[in-house]
């Protein structure tokens, strides 16, 4: 398995400046058995970005919101942050097909199991 931190559309970019707080880009596990897939979104077509409303917290701030944990970088702090809306853009590498190649049909059949979700939250600042 490989953890990829997507790169963004520029729309993804543009809507990351415009929202005064840290946003997170979602990202992605990708199944090294399966080549067919997106290298930058692990065949999601897209990528996800939330966008924090308030935070850091020393303390888990509110179990009635979605909330995540980050390290802090130096620029971002480190605690947790609940998060607002999470848009999805689509990804600028495949542009929304999932695949950079055609795959033989039994790995598509396999593959397909195996899709990759968002495990893992990485940060980028406005
Ligand atoms: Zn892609």
Redesign the pocket.
Known sequence: MTIITPYLPKMAEMAIKDHPRPCFIRAVELDDRYTGY?R??AGL?VVLISFSDSGPFHDIPTTRKPITYFDGDGQTGKGWYILGKTEEFT?P??KGL?RTYTAPAKEQVDGERAYSRPTKIGALMP
């Open positions: 997106c930058n979104c077509g990804c590498h495949c999932s």
